[in-house]
């Protein structure tokens, strides 16, 4: 092995260890300020993440509430709320949740759909869980046939 052939091992092995070093520091840095974002984040926290609409009547009132409360240390904002089906329609504040404050995500649910269903809402924000899922089920009864 020549003079040449060893410095340049040597200088390549020196390489590959500076680069392992950056990597590994780099994945430390990078999940520290994960740790921190989430905690000066909102966080919505629900009464409940599921409404049971039971048994109800063809063409009855489908409108339920989830009501909330920012339990985080930043404000909220709720940018989308999609559901599963064009049949479960949402309405919700579009201003900030301030930490502390509460509000509500209402759903009307067309009841003129006889049988048995089960629905998601996602809530897109900027809490610490970005993307949440509430989840809504029942069933529509036939109107009985008037008795003769």
Do not use: H, W
């Not at 009307?108 to 989840?135: D, M, V």
């Amino acid at each position: 092995m020549t003079f040449s052939t060893y410095n340049f091992k040597t200088l390549q092995s020196k390489f590959l260890l500076i680069f392992c070093l950056l990597v590994y520091t780099s994945s430390f840095s990078q999940q520290a300020s994960t740790t921190t974002k989430n905690i000066k984040a909102g966080v919505l926290s629900f009464e409940t993440e599921e409404i049971d609409y039971g048994t109800i009547q063809q063409n009855a009132n489908g409108e339920r509430t989830f009501k909330f409360t920012n339990t985080g240390k930043a404000p909220i904002v709720i940018t989308n709320v999609k559901t599963s089906c064009g049949c479960t329609v949402p309405s919700y504040a579009k201003t900030p949740i301030l930490p502390g404050d509460s509000s509500e995500i209402k759903i009307k649910y067309a009841t003129n759909r006889i049988g048995i269903f089960k629905k998601t809402i996602t809530i897109i924000s900027n809490a610490s869980e970005s993307s949440k899922t509430l989840r809504i089920k029942g069933e529509v009864l036939k109107p009985e046939a008037p008795k003769s």
